[in-house]
């Protein structure tokens, strides 16, 4: 038995503890990665005028940044699951931190293109292990932890545009390397978590493991709902893809509104998707993670339907329900996969994190081909479409029910 199954089933046995300081630690830290993160695509504007760069160049830079924060995280995943390396964490945000300072520097489409690569290899290193100590940490409250770690994630994008609409924007690109320091600062309490962790895993694996929950499903089955749960992934972030990339460039061109003015309603968006994000994982453990699933990808399609046909007011105002609505999907999502392969938490987490950022990658890769091609509106009115597919979420099997019909024989 691996390290890091032995450390989840002797969770199992302690409780109802969780450690509140740690996800709230996690979370911090998440929220500081990802608002570095989201300092890339707001910056695009800046970018584009100082380089003369066209849309697919500026998917490249999204692609070359989700790419290496997508191929690694399945893999990375896969080896802490058979040993758990808790200080890697301050590792992938030592990547993040070199990243941005050569952003600050970068003079040409190449060096931006490594900057990005950078920071996407520390977001891949980041999330398959802090995903894992956050459901350590959970005292089995699985949903709520994912969605407490999530929300700092998603805190740190919608301020991410805010920064730079007030820093980099009025500052130039080199004020880029002033948030370096907010990478310093998670490093070093990443540092702290890590160290809690190796601690806990350490006397989680003396104490006496139950078997983990088995939902009776076949191998084959598992297979096919990991496909669904893809699928459902794919149209959420492919979606979302054209908002937090193009949703400033669409607002300019379509309103004539100015680069602030954009940044600061891309922060209502990506605000409520750091609420809807809170809002998915307890519902998902007190209602069952396959309605929040439903209603998530499927109930958010009646107003990205509306979306590109309304007025600046009310394009404004559509995107708070969606970004609630799709973003509420994500944890339970994760927590659904972690609960149908059991044991196999980092593999989980690296898989659909990294293809949510692969999914983000390619979306915006063509979404800006397609822009150059047609327009911006173009591609909005297309994205409408994306949550029908979320009809697919039908077809989950219902986890709770079959996990207790086995435990009932």
């Known amino acids: 038995m691996s390290e890091a199954v032995a450390g989840e089933q002797a969770q199992r046995n302690d409780g109802p503890k969780t450690a509140v300081i740690i996800l709230a630690g996690l979370s911090f830290c998440h929220l500081l990665n990802d608002m570095i993160q989201s300092l890339l695509p707001a910056i695009y504007p800046l970018l584009k005028a100082n380089y003369a760069l066209s849309f697919t160049q500026i998917g490249l830079i999204t692609f070359a940044f989700q790419m290496t924060a997508s191929i690694f995280q399945p893999v990375i995943g896969y080896a802490t699951d058979k040993r758990s390396q808790p200080y890697s964490l301050t590792i992938g945000m030592g990547f993040t931190l070199v990243g941005l300072l050569l952003l600050a520097v970068a003079h040409n489409f190449a060096v931006i293109l490594l900057a990005a690569m950078l920071i996407g290899t520390g977001s891949s290193v980041f999330h398959p292990e802090s995903s894992r100590i956050a459901r350590f940490a959970s005292g089995g409250r699985h949903g709520l932890a994912q969605s407490v770690f999530q929300v700092g994630g998603n805190t740190g994008s919608a301020i991410g545009p805010l920064l730079a609409a007030f820093i980099v924007i009025q500052r130039g690109q080199a004020s880029i390397a ?15 978590v890590g160290g809690w962790y190796k601690r806990h895993m350490a006397e989680a694996a003396k104490k006496p493991v139950v078997a983990t929950p088995h939902h009776g499903l076949s191998q084959r089955r598992v297979v096919v709902t990991i496909g669904l749960l893809m699928a459902l992934i794919f149209s959420k972030f492919f979606y979302q893809a054209s908002l937090s990339s193009y949703y400033t460039f669409y607002l300019i061109d379509k309103f004539h509104v100015s680069v602030e003015t954009s940044q600061l309603l891309l922060f209502v968006y990506l605000f409520a998707t750091a609420a809807g994000t809170l809002i998915g994982g307890p519902i998902g453990d007190k209602i069952g993670r396959r309605y929040v699933i439903w209603g998530s990808i499927l109930g958010v399609l009646p107003f990205t339907l509306i979306l590109p046909h ?4 009310w394009t404004a105002v559509l995107t708070v329900p969606i970004g609630l609505i799709i973003a509420s999907a994500f944890s339970a999502i994760i927590v659904y996969a972690q609960d149908l392969m059991p044991g196999r938490v980092g593999t989980v987490a690296g898989l659909f994190f990294g293809f949510a950022f692969g ?4 979306g915006a890769a063509s979404l800006g081909v397609l822009a150059d091609h047609t327009s911006i509106g173009f591609v909005y009115n297309v994205c409408a479409f994306l949550p029908a597919i979320g009809l697919l979420a039908l077809l989950l099997p219902n986890l709770d029910a079959l996990g207790a019909s086995v435990a009932a024989k």
Do not use: P, Q
């Open 359 to 362: 999914m983000g990658g390619i």
């Open 178 to 192: 002033w948030f370096a320091l907010a990478a310093a600062l998670g490093m070093m309490l990443l540092w702290n």
């Open 310 to 313: 309304v007025n600046l007011f």
